[in-house]
C-alpha cells in the first residue's frame, strides 16, 4: 500500500497517540501509592549512535504499517522519514514495510534516549509502569461507551462487529472478557433486552500499550493485582525496575561469518560470499561462472564487488581479461594465509584511482573534530541526505580502541569508527556503560568583574575587589581603590577594569605591584588566560585530546574551544564558553577533565 506521508500527522487523534509515550513516562514519576501498576517491557535498540527505546510489538490480524506506526512515540512525530529508515534498520527481517504478516514481531521505535536516561538501560531491556490502577475494571471502564440494546441485538453479535473474529478466537474472548467487566450487572450474557442500557468496551483499548497485561497467560482477565504497597517502598515505586535482557554491542555480520575475509568485508560495511556459484553476465555468450568456494566475493552493496583469489588466474581467466569483463567488478590477488588487514589493503588498493581521503573534520558549537584513518570509504546516502564514512584503522590491542563515547557521538554524526584488531572483529566491542551527570559545573561570566570573582572562587584564589591601595605619586601618597587576587603561590596582582589612569598605573608598579589592565572587549576566556599566564601558571588554550590511546597519526583528535588548567589534585579543569556535546563531555568526564561552563557570556 503507498503511505502518504505528509499527511499522516494531520489528524487529532493521531497527534495525541503520538504524545502519549511521554505522558506515560511523566505518569510514573507522579503516582499515587495506593493502587496497583501495571508495568510494560520495553527494549533498547542501538542505532547510529543512539539507544533507541523500542515497543516489541507482534502484528496481529487485520494490521498494517501505518495503524502501527501512527500510534508510536515521538520519534514519528518528530521526523517520519527519520523513523522509517530506524525502523528498517532495527528490522532487517522486514524486506517490505507496505506488507507484513500476522505473527510477525517487530521492534517499533518510540525514542531516542541520552546516556543513562533509564536506570538500567545497558541492559538493553527496561520495564516502565505505564498506568496506576486499583483493578482492571477500572480502566475498563474508563474504556466504554453505553449503548442501547436494539431488536435484534446479541452480545455475541456486538462483540463480533467491534472486535472481529469469530466465537472462541483469542480476540472474541478477549472482546467477551472485557464486556462482562463493563457489565457486571449481567448475570447471563444470553439474555439481554431491547432497551437495556450496556456499556460496550472501545475497541481502541487493543491499541493501547499496556492491554496485554490485562490477561493472563490463559486468556483470563485479570481479577486482582497485588498492591505494592505492601512488598515496595514509596521510593521504589517511582523508578522504572530494571530486568535482565541483552546487553548492547555491535551488531554481527548480517552472514555470521568469521576469519579474516569476513572480518574485512564487514569493516568496509560488505558481505563475504563464500558458498555456491556467482554468475556474472558476459556481453556475449553464457554468464560467467565464479566458484565461490575458490574465489570468495565481497559484495560492497553499492554495485560494486571484489573478488579475492591467491592465483593469477580466476576460473582460468587471467586476472587482467577479468577485469576488463566488468566496471564494477574488481580483482584482487592476496597471499595464501591473508590477515584482514591484507586483504582491506589489496581492496582499497583496488580502488585508489577512484577519489578517496583519510581525513575527515567538522565543527560542533564548541569543538572541532578531526578524523584520521588508514582508511576511510565514503558511501552516497539513498535518499540524498548526508552520506556515511566508515573509518577503518588496524590496531595492535584492544587498549588501543576509541573511547565508546567518541564512538557513539561519531556514529551520531555519520561516522563509523572501525577498528580491526586481528583475530577479532570489530564487533566484539563491549556495550557502553555511562552514566550521564546532568548536572554541569559553571562560573559567572555575565561581567567582567563576576568573571573574575567566580573564577577565583572557582580555583581557591583569594580575590578581594575594592582593595585600598597606597602609592606615591607626583611628590605626595595617593590612596585608592583597586581589585586584589592572589593566586596561592605568593603572586599577587591587581587588576584594573579601565578604573586608573595616566602615570597612576607605572608609579603602583614601581611600588613592586603588578597590573593587570583587563580591556573593555576582553572576552571570558581570554580574560582567564591572561590571569594565568600573568600569574606564571601552567595552561593550555584550546587543549586537544585524542580519542583513542594511540599515535595521532590515525586518530580522532578533538580540540575544546577553552583553557585547560591542570591541577594538583588530578582533576584538571577545563572552562569553556561554549555548549559541549553530551558524549564528548562523558568523553572527557573519563580523561579526568572537569568541566566548568561560564554562563551569562554573549560569545557562549
Not at 2 to 19: G, K, M, V
Not at 266 to 286: C, E, H, N, V, W
Not at 571 to 579: G, P, S
Request: proline share 5%.
Amino acid at each position: 500500500m503507498a503511505i502518504n506521508h505528509p499527511n499522516i500527522f494531520q489528524r487529532p487523534l493521531l497527534r495525541r497517540s503520538l504524545l502519549s509515550f511521554t505522558a506515560l513516562i511523566l505518569l510514573f514519576l507522579t503516582v499515587d501509592t495506593h493502587g496497583a501498576m501495571l508495568y510494560k517491557n520495553y527494549v533498547v535498540r542501538y542505532d547510529r549512535g543512539w539507544d533507541i527505546l523500542c515497543d516489541p510489538y507482534q502484528v496481529q490480524q487485520g494490521d498494517w504499517v501505518l495503524k502501527i506506526f501512527r500510534q508510536k512515540g515521538e520519534l514519528a512525530h518528530a521526523d517520519f522519514r527519520e523513523f522509517l529508515g530506524i525502523f528498517e534498520r532495527l528490522n532487517p527481517h522486514v524486506k517490505d514495510i507496505d506488507r507484513i504478516r500476522p505473527g510477525q514481531v517487530v521492534d517499533i521505535p518510540l525514542k531516542k534516549l541520552a546516556q543513562g536516561a533509564l536506570p538500567g538501560q545497558s541492559s538493553g531491556v527496561v520495564t516502565i509502569p505505564v498506568v496506576m490502577i486499583s483493578s482492571p475494571r477500572e480502566i475498563i471502564e474508563k474504556h466504554t461507551r453505553s449503548y442501547t440494546i436494539q431488536r435484534g441485538d446479541t452480545v455475541s453479535k456486538l462483540i463480533a462487529n467491534r472486535f472481529g473474529g469469530r466465537y472462541g478466537n483469542t480476540t472474541y474472548s478477549q472482546g467477551l472478557a472485557l464486556f462482562k467487566a463493563a457489565n457486571p450487572h449481567i448475570k447471563d450474557v444470553n439474555r439481554i433486552y431491547a432497551g437495556q442500557k450496556i456499556y460496550m468496551p472501545d475497541p481502541s483499548i487493543r491499541e493501547q500499550s499496556w492491554y496485554s497485561t490485562l490477561f493472563d497467560e490463559a486468556g483470563n482477565l485479570v481479577e486482582k493485582m497485588a498492591d505494592s504497597t505492601e512488598t515496595e517502598s514509596d521510593e521504589s515505586q517511582a523508578q522504572p525496575t530494571v530486568r535482565a535482557g541483552s546487553e548492547l554491542a555491535a551488531p554481527q555480520p548480517e552472514s555470521g561469518k568469521t576469519g579474516p575475509a569476513a572480518e574485512a568485508a564487514s569493516a568496509i560495511g560488505g558481505r563475504l560470499l563464500d558458498k555456491g556459484t556467482y554468475f556474472l553476465p558476459m556481453k556475449q555468450g553464457k554468464d560467467f561462472e565464479l566458484d565461490l568456494s575458490r574465489h570468495p566475493m565481497i559484495d560492497l552493496m553499492n554495485g560494486s564487488k571484489v573478488i579475492l583469489t591467491t592465483q593469477d588466474r580466476v576460473m582460468n581467466v587471467d586476472l587482467p581479461l577479468i577485469q576488463s569483463y566488468w566496471e564494477k567488478v574488481k580483482v584482487v590477488k592476496v597471499p595464501e594465509e591473508a590477515t584482514s588487514q591484507d586483504i582491506l589493503e589489496a581492496v582499497f588498493s583496488a580502488f585508489s584511482s577512484e577519489a578517496s581521503t583519510n581525513r575527515l573534520a567538522f565543527d560542533d558549537g564548541g569543538i572541532n573534530i578531526s578524523i584520521s584513518a588508514k582508511w576511510i570509504r565514503t558511501e552516497p546516502s539513498v535518499d540524498g541526505r548526508v552520506p556515511r564514512h566508515s573509518c577503518i584503522t588496524p590496531i595492535m590491542s584492544a587498549s588501543e580502541r576509541t573511547h565508546d563515547a567518541i564512538v557513539r557521538y561519531l556514529d551520531q554524526n555519520d561516522i563509523v569508527i572501525k577498528e580491526i584488531l586481528s583475530g577479532a572483529p570489530e564487533a566484539t566491542r563491549p556495550p557502553l556503560h555511562m552514566e550521564v551527570t546532568k548536572h554541569i559545573d559553571s562560573i559567572d561570566g555575565s561581567s567582567q568583574k563576576a568573571l573574575i570573582e567566580s573564577f577565583a572562587t572557582s580555583m581557591g584564589f583569594n580575590y578581594s575587589p575594592n582593595t585600598s591601595i597606597s602609592f606615591p605619586y607626583a611628590g605626595i601618597q595617593v590612596q585608592a581603590l583597586s581589585n586584589l587576587l592572589s593566586f596561592g603561590n605568593g603572586r599577587e596582582i591587581l587588576i584594573d577594569f579601565g578604573d586608573l589612569y595616566g602615570d597612576a598605573v607605572n608609579a603602583i608598579s614601581d611600588t613592586g605591584l603588578e597590573i593587570l589592565q583587563i580591556n573593555l572587549d576582553a572576552g571570558p576566556v581570554e580574560i582567564i588566560q591572561r590571569l594565568m599566564k600573568t600569574a606564571g601558571m601552567a595552561y593550555t588554550a584550546s587543549p586537544v585530546f585524542y580519542g583513542a590511546n594511540r599515535s595521532p597519526e590515525f586518530n580522532t583528535a578533538i580540540s575544546v574551544s577553552g583553557i585547560l588548567i591542570p591541577m594538583d589534585n588530578g582533576e584538571n579543569r577545563l572552562f569553556t564558553e561554549k555548549k559541549i556535546p553530551e558524549l564528548v563531555r562523558l568523553f572527557l568526564r573519563d580523561q579526568g577533565i572537569r568541566l566548568i561552563r561560564i554562563e551569562g557570556s554573549a560569545r557562549g
